[in-house]
Nanobody
C-alpha cells in the first residue's frame, strides 16, 4: 500500500514562506516523478511543480521564481519551498507520485492559507 505523508501547511501572511514536505512509502516499484498540485475552492486541481527522478523540474507559470521543488538524492521525499506567498496561493496542496509502471498516487492534502 503506497502512502504519501504530507506536512508543512498552515496559515501565513502575504509575503511569508512555508515549506511543504511529502514522504512516500510502501511502493514496490521505483518512483519516477513526484510533484505538488493544488486545488482552491471552486477550481480544478492544478499542477504547481514536479520533479523527475533525474532532477528535471517543471513549474506553473504562477509560481515560477517564488516556489522551489526539491528531492534530495532522488529519494522518496519531496519538498516544496514557497516564498513570497500571495492570497491567491491559498488552496489544499496535494502530493503526487508516479511509479515506474505508470501508477499514480495522491496524498491526503494539506491546507495552505495566505492572509492579505
Amino acid at each position: 500500500q503506497v502512502q504519501l505523508l504530507e506536512s508543512g501547511g498552515g496559515l501565513v501572511q502575504a509575503g511569508g514562506s512555508l515549506r511543504l514536505s511529502c514522504a512516500a512509502s510502501g511502493s514496490r516499484f521505483s518512483i519516477n516523478d513526484m510533484g505538488w498540485y493544488r486545488q482552491a475552492p471552486g477550481k480544478q486541481r492544478e499542477l504547481v511543480a514536479s520533479i523527475t527522478r533525474g532532477g528535471y523540474t517543471n513549474y506553473a507559470d504562477s509560481v515560477k521564481g517564488r516556489f522551489t521543488i526539491s528531492r534530495p538524492d532522488a529519494k522518496n521525499i519531496v519538498y516544496l519551498q514557497m516564498n513570497s506567498l500571495k492570497p491567491e496561493d491559498t488552496a489544499v496542496y496535494y502530493c503526487n507520485l508516479l511509479t515506474s509502471l505508470g501508477h499514480g498516487y495522491w496524498g491526503q492534502g494539506t491546507q495552505v492559507t495566505v492572509s492579505s
